[in-house]
């Protein structure tokens, strides 16, 4: 028996001693915020509680070494601490998605009361044991800052006072929860009678399953159910484009990764599932695995799939490229490459799935996920097979996993519902179907809910990344400095399915003359299949591997001709009326150089300074139709304060909440369109709705969220002019946005209208004189800044992933399995190596975003890698051509190269 006190009580353990303190607290006590990120592997610091006076990570602390010990978690803290925490962090921008943040709470509740007055430098050494991917660090520390401040002058942390409206500084919607760890994420929800599945992966890439015994593992102890592909009632083929991912592979089938589910086991427990699995024998019949992009291109090579290993290619041209080629003055020809990255979310996937028509349908809480009651409370089920099933998905797309759901149970649509539980981030990794298809078949079959989660290792090993591209480019001037011609061949690894691959090597392609103006260009791109680990949709989208070739080779250019390289820039900068590299016309809103403005002086008064320019469209458009619906209700409000009306608002909408605030850009629009207070407004995501929309990456949300509710404002606000809030209860308003005139890539078309906008972006990289970054700074479009310390937030979170892609992340593989799935391997930047961060923001409206608005999602690390590139040319005068780009240990003794580049002609 361990004793030991828990928040002020003492409490007694029975069990193995040898246990994680996160398990039990978590699975025994029902204390979820410590947050499981990566347990055993002790990387990100989520799990982080004190244990006495020390932070420490749960989730290696076995329960023999709190004996006779204090443990505090958040719950813990008191009411005082509590409110200054959660309000620090909400002021300052500190909290996005959240996942990370209780684990960093209670690191600085240790910092602070052993050093009550620490500098900025004392609290990022303190931070060295956590990852966050959201937020680039520097507004968790002004938080932490805010909150010594107040606990050590005994006083509270005041929230601004702000309308609401488009422009302010709105508090983050409802983040106070996700800086205590009291947001539920899926893994935090607790069901009766709730069961649990855990995945058998394939142990090759490329191996024929020429049987699997599954006796062993269903004779297991507390084990329920063993579903492999022959189970699967409908089509197991799924994906977002392209049905070529199947959920399950069978016997007489081959396996295409190491990612790939043979089966999944439905058990008591999470532990007796994974001792089952283990038990599992499959006989395989190994085969060579197609590993290279280049050698798949070859006649022959293997097939992966039926109908060779070219999933696409894009293609655009136009002009003489052999004229232009011929007259260039000066002419630039490069191979580059970029790497395979992981997503880094903190959360890994988890799904879980219950039959309907129970438990009942219940309103989601207000983050947008499931009803609190149906956390704890008891509930029946209905038999296996009957009726449909409902799924809390931490998806992109709730409406898409609706779609695939149905397909494999063979369901109607209206059969599948789909709960938004917004998630601990997702950066585009969350946008193909995982265990949420696993999680709603053995729920479906059994009549149980089942839950479905990965460890960090199978999340590593499961989900798309970033897509390694090689890339020749050949690009030229005139005498005077204008470009001319632009010509790229590039072949991107799309690994073992299609996901969203060939989307990405055509933004690729179509992103291919970056920020510029050139009047020839001749691209072709193609997206391979490999039997790697797949790639799909990652932040950026295929176009930060183009920018940092393209910068590099402008900056070559200049070095040829003698050309100031801010002025090259600018005057090649696009601008209305230009064209990109579709053939698309700017009509309005091309704000590259307000960017490049917005840095010059700075970037001309530096030594060792890189720049790079950068385009992204926001996520709509390529021919295919797009739209946003919403309705806003107006109900009862019996939790209304004295003096306020006896309603609210609530937002019924399809987007995903994943840190990045959407569900706050919907109530700043409410707010500014109506005048209702922020207070007064809700806002919920399920697909019961209706609110069908698709996929939410980018900025997209933003743009089509916005203008759907200025839509449905129209007649709500003709209401407001005659009646109270009160006295519209029971009334609804529907809005709906649609872009649908935009075109497809390459189509014989009268006008060219490949993307509905673009955003640009310009960031400066300063190196200090031993060659390491100083200082990023980054002047970026959006249009129209719905509010600054949640623009400032994701600018500052993307540079930090734009940094680490520049300089030390990787996910290597050997022989089509990752050589780690180490979460601290993967070279995610902590606090103490972040630079310091200028976000300069510029607007210059878009004719079609709601108040001109354009997004920040994707492009804030665009231009990164290729700022770091060329600084650290100037630097060292070596010019890189692959990433990771080392950073120098220390300077090399030579004489500084001035930042114009050779000379200042123009």
């Known amino acids: 028996m361990i004793h030991y006190t828990l928040n002020g009580k003492t409490v007694a353990y029975e069990g193995d001693p040898e246990r994680a303190l996160m398990n039990v607290l978590r699975d025994d006590l029902g204390i979820v915020s410590p947050k499981d990120g990566c347990a055993p592997q002790a990387a990100c610091g989520c799990c982080v509680v004190q244990v006495d006076d020390r932070a420490m990570l749960s989730c290696v602390t076995k329960m023999d070494k709190v004996a006779g010990k204090s443990v505090t978690t958040t719950e813990g803290l008191g009411e005082y601490r509590q409110n200054v925490f959660a309000n620090a962090f909400v002021k300052e921008g500190g909290v996005q ?8 709470v209670m690191q600085a509740d240790t910092l602070i009361k052993r050093n009550p007055e620490p500098s900025r430098a004392d609290i990022e050494k303190c931070l060295t044991p956590h990852l966050c991917r959201c937020t680039g660090y520097k507004k968790i520390v002004d938080a932490i800052e805010t909150a010594a401040e107040a606990i050590r002058n005994e006083e509270e942390v005041e929230m601004p006072e702000v309308g609401g409206g488009i422009g302010t500084r709105l508090p983050k919607y409802h983040a106070q929860d996700l800086v205590l760890g009291q947001h539920r994420y899926v893994d935090d929800i607790r069901l009766d009678g709730l069961k649990v599945g855990a995945l058998k992966f394939s142990d090759h890439p490329r191996a024929l399953i020429k049987s699997m015994d599954l006796s ?14 022959d189970d699967i009632p409908g089509d197991k083929h799924i994906g ?27 058990a008591e427990t999470d532990e007796i599932a994974r001792e089952a699995v283990a038990l ?6 190994v085969l060579e695995p197609v590993t290279d992009m280049h050698a798949a291109l070859q006649e022959e090579s293997p097939s992966v799939h039926e109908g060779g290993n070219i999933l696409s290619q894009s293609i655009t ?18 191979v580059y490459e970029t790497q395979m990255i992981e997503h880094g979310f903190m959360e890994p996937e988890a799904a879980i799935a219950y039959p309907r028509p129970t438990p009942p349908k219940s309103p989601p809480t207000s983050q947008g996920g499931l009803d609190a009651s149906l956390q704890s409370s008891p509930h029946s089920y209905g038999g296996a097979e009957g009726g449909g099933v409902e799924v809390l998905s931490q998806g992109q797309g709730v409406f898409e996993d609706r779609v695939q759901i149905a397909k494999l149970l063979g369901l109607p649509q209206e059969d599948v519902h789909v709960v938004l539980v917004p998630n601990g981030g997702a950066f585009g990794g969350k946008e193909d179907l995982s265990v949420q298809g696993h999680a709603a078949l053995a729920a479906y079959l059994m009549g149980l809910p089942v839950k479905v989660r990965l460890t960090r290792d199978e999340s590593i090993v499961m989900h798309p990344k970033r897509h390694p591209i090689w890339m020749e480019y050949t690009i030229g001037c005139d005498e005077d400095g204008m470009l001319t011609f632009c010509k790229g061949r590039f072949v991107g690894d799309t690994g073992a399915y299609a996901s969203v691959g060939m989307k990405v090597l055509e933004r690729s392609a179509g992103h291919a003359t970056g920020a510029y103006n050139f009047p020839v260009t001749d691209i072709v791109s193609t997206a391979v299949y490999t039997n790697n680990l797949p790639c799909g949709a990652m932040r950026g989208f295929g176009v930060n591997q183009t920018a940092f070739a393209l910068e590099s080779c402008i900056d070559d250019l200049c070095e040829q001709g003698g050309f100031d390289r801010w002025h090259f820039r600018y005057q090649n900068a696009l601008d209305d009326g230009d064209m990109t590299a579709t053939g698309q016309i ?3 809103g ?3 150089k307000a960017t490049l ?3 010059k002086d700075e970037f001309s008064q530096a030594q060792f300074a890189g720049i790079a320019c950068g385009i992204k469209n926001t996520g709509i458009g390529n021919g295919m139709p797009d739209s946003s619906k919403v309705t806003l209700s107006v109900v009862p409000n019996p939790d209304a304060l004295e003096g306020e009306e006896k309603a609210k608002v609530i937002i019924d909408h399809g987007w995903t909440e994943m840190g990045q605030g959407v569900h706050t850009m919907a109530v700043q629009t409410l707010v500014t369109e109506t005048g209702v207070p922020p207070s007064m407004v809700e806002v919920r995501v399920e697909t019961g709705s209706e609110m069908v929309t698709g996929m939410t990456t980018a900025s997209r949300a933003t743009s089509l969220i916005g203008n759907a509710i200025i839509d449905a404002c129209k007649r709500f606000k003709s209401d407001l002019e005659f009646h109270k809030l009160e006295e519209l209860v029971g009334r609804r308003y529907e809005g709906d946005f649609t872009v649908d005139w935009t075109t497809k890539p390459g189509a014989m078309v009268e006008k060219v209208y490949t993307h509905y906008s673009y955003s640009y972006a310009t960031q400066v990289v300063i190196l200090d004189e031993d060659g390491q970054v100083e200082k990023i700074i980054a002047a970026h479009d959006a249009g129209k800044i719905f509010n600054p310390t949640l623009f400032e937030g994701q600018l500052e979170g993307s540079i930090h992933m734009g940094l680490g892609y520049a300089i030390s992340e990787d996910l290597p593989m050997e022989a089509g399995r990752p050589k780690s799935t180490m979460l601290r391997k993967c070279g995610i930047l902590r606090a103490k190596d972040m630079p310091e961060m200028e976000v300069i923001g510029v607007e210059v409206p878009d004719p079609y975003g709601p108040y001109g608005a354009k997004g920040v999602g994707e492009i804030g690390l665009v231009p990164t890698a290729g700022a770091v590139a060329n600084a650290l040319y100037q630097f060292d005068g070596l010019r890189r051509h692959s990433l990771p780009m080392k950073l120098p240990r220390k300077r090399p003794v030579r004489r500084a190269r001035s930042n114009g580049g050779n000379g200042n002609k123009s």
């Open 317 to 334: 041209n136009r002009g003489d490229l052999d004229q232009a080629m011929a007259d260039a003055a000066f002419t630039t020809h490069g």
């Open 240 to 266: 977002l484009i392209k049905q070529d991912w199947p959920l399950m592979i069978g016997v007489g089938e081959t396996t295409r990764y190491v990612g790939d589910v043979l089966a999944c086991v439905v």
């Open 97 to 104: 998605c959240g996942f990370c943040i209780p684990g960093i």
């Open 280 to 285: 599992i024998d499959v006989d395989y019949e």
């Open 216 to 229: 062993a593992a269903e004779a297991h102890a507390g084990v329920l159910r063993v579903l492999t592909a």
């Open 586 to 588: 700017i009509e309005a």
């Open 590 to 592: 091309a704000g590259a």
């Open 597 to 599: 403005e917005a840095v």
